[in-house]
């Protein structure tokens, strides 16, 4: 029997609606919770429970992560989750009873199909309820309705979703990061060339800082009334023995790998943020460490995400273009 794709204990769920071109993906820690923080970049961003991560804050772990489409609507989705939690016997024991702590971060997808479909409460649950070691990958949950490359509108896109990379910490630990791609830029692929983004007229790749830099542009956000909001989420977890402040380190020295895989990246229309789970069930590992791999699997599942997509909603997909790798 083949070992699950997370690390043990970890558990992710979707909840999809490809009509409505939207969705939500859920990361479930083990029972006891996981030690967690994160990063915050770039003008959009759209959250819950972020600052319970902050290193000084008290609260010392968390229950889930839930990542979802619908824009701050999506935000909602998450009571589900606590309500799953709860049900299920995880989150703090307090005089009142248990309270599950469930940070979150959406994307926003309502342009891409029904604006009206958004993940609910009920949805939230559902992702719980489907969660699993080996989740599924591409054009479902937080990732059905993404895309990449937006530079000259939608029309001009490539579609992303969700995407994983993970690997080995001697000396027994295992890492893995999450990604759910809906960016403003193009994604690079490891040689620094444009994996998926804005197409030119003929098809190929224009690459937006190149158009950028080179001609006169106005953006499509601001040229055809297109939103502004555009983010890529990652969740990375970890069975290694990490305190708060190290998770912190980690998620931020996990930026630099969405840097290297996302360009334009951080932007004014993007709301980029970054989780660390650990779960502490594993030999402790430097954070140094687990920073550096953290950075390359967060770019290596940004790039998975476009390798995983398929096609939506007339957003073609990098199998449909011909250019998979």
Known sequence: MSEP????????????????????????????????????????PSTREIELLNPIAN??????????????????????????????????????GLVPLVPAAVVYDLVTG????????????????????????????????????????????????????????????????????????DVLGEDGRVLAGTRADDGSFAGSTKMIRTRPIEPPSFRKG???????????MTNAELTKSECGIVAKMAQAGMARAVDPVHSQFDGDVVFAMASGTAPRVEPFVVGVVAAALTAEAIRDAC???????????????GQAG
């Open 226 to 236: 297109e939103p502004l909001e555009n983010t890529t989420l990652v969740c990375l």
């Open 5 to 44: 794709a997370l690390p043990a204990g970890f558990e992710a769920g979707h909840w999809s609606d490809p009509a409505a071109a939207t969705g939500c993906t859920v990361v479930l820690a083990p029972p006891d919770g996981a030690v967690a923080s994160a990063d915050v970049r770039g003008g959009g």
């Open 114 to 185: 029904d604006p009206r479909g958004r993940p609910g409460p009920a949805d939230g649950f559902a992702a719980c309820e489907a969660a699993t070691g080996d989740p599924a990958l591409g054009t479902v949950g937080a990732g059905t309705g993404t895309a990449v490359g937006k530079l000259r509108g939608r029309e001009f896109a490539v579609k992303s979703g969700v995407g994983m990379a993970k690997q080995h910490l001697p000396p027994g630990g295992k890492i893995v990061a999450i990604a759910v791609v809906n960016a403003f830029g």
């Open 59 to 96: 609260a010392s772990r968390i229950h889930a992560v839930l990542l979802a489409g619908g824009s701050a609507f999506g935000l909602a989705a998450a009571d589900g989750v606590v309500d799953w939690l709860e049900r299920n016997g995880r989150g703090y024991d307090t005089p009142g």
């Open 307 to 321: 390798l995983q997509a398929t096609g939506l909603h007339g957003i073609p997909a990098l199998s449909e273009l």
